[in-house]
């Protein structure tokens, strides 16, 4: 069984802060990581793709792949109340054509 | 740029009959998957479509059935409907290619079963 696991929240962090987001996997041949942002009612919007191992930064968003530990993380830096989201982490296990396996999300809060 | 559109946004159908849900995708993109949310998890993958073929299946029953056309668009049928059924349903395109590529959601449909 090919999982994808987070850890649902919420995850609360004062404006400004750093907001660490994990999610591990159970297939270490993955090859595809994903990160999407689901506000509430909206649909899934992706905001970081990674696919070896080390950081890989867009902006104030930084991906990091641990296929070792098979382990990925998000941080976002000088979180803003508009960061305010479901994040969710997906896989495309093995071989793959861009098949999604998700987590159920992390809810992140960030308080004025 | 178009992005991915679907249509349409909401429905509400009675328990027993069928709906038919549709997607364009992404300008270039030649993949379409259609995925099932329901209320507080994660997307569950129902099927993809490449070449007017259903070439993976996730563990949905036959009653979920698709179909793409040559322009790449795609249809996702629902027969019978059950109170389970009602989700937000996500079409996602992307690009062939082994091991996976970025997919990008549409707006997405949310069915209520009644």
């Known amino acids: 069984q090919k999982e994808v696991e987070q850890n649902s929240g919420p995850l609360s962090v004062p404006e400004g802060a750093i907001a660490s987001l994990n999610c591990t996997y159970s297939d270490r041949g993955s090859q595809s990581f994903f990160w999407y942002r689901q506000y509430s009612g909206k649909s899934p919007e992706l905001i970081m793709s990674i696919y070896s191992n080390g950081d890989k930064e867009d902006g104030r968003f930084t991906a990091q792949l641990n296929k070792a530990s098979q382990y990925v993380s998000l941080l976002i830096r000088d979180s803003q109340p508009s960061d305010s989201a479901t994040y969710l982490c997906?896989?495309?296990f093995g071989s793959g054509y861009s098949t999604l396996t998700f987590g159920k999300g992390t809810m992140l809060l960030v308080s004025p | 740029d178009a992005g991915v559109t679907q249509s349409p946004t909401h429905l509400i159908k009675t328990r027993g009959q069928q709906v038919t849900l549709r997607c364009s995708p992404k300008?270039?993109?030649?993949?379409v998957s259609w995925y099932q949310q329901a209320l507080g998890q994660g997307p569950q993958f129902i099927f993809q479509y490449y070449e007017e073929e259903e070439r993976q299946r996730g563990n949905f029953p036959d009653r979920f059935s698709g179909h793409q056309f040559p322009n790449y668009s795609s249809e996702l049928n629902v027969n019978a409907l059950l109170l389970g059924d009602s989700a937000l349903y996500l079409c996602a395109s992307s690009l062939n290619y082994v091991g996976g590529t970025e997919a990008f959601f549409g707006q997405g449909t949310r069915l209520t079963v009644v």
């Open positions: 997906a896989v495309c």
């Open positions: 300008s270039g993109h030649d993949t």
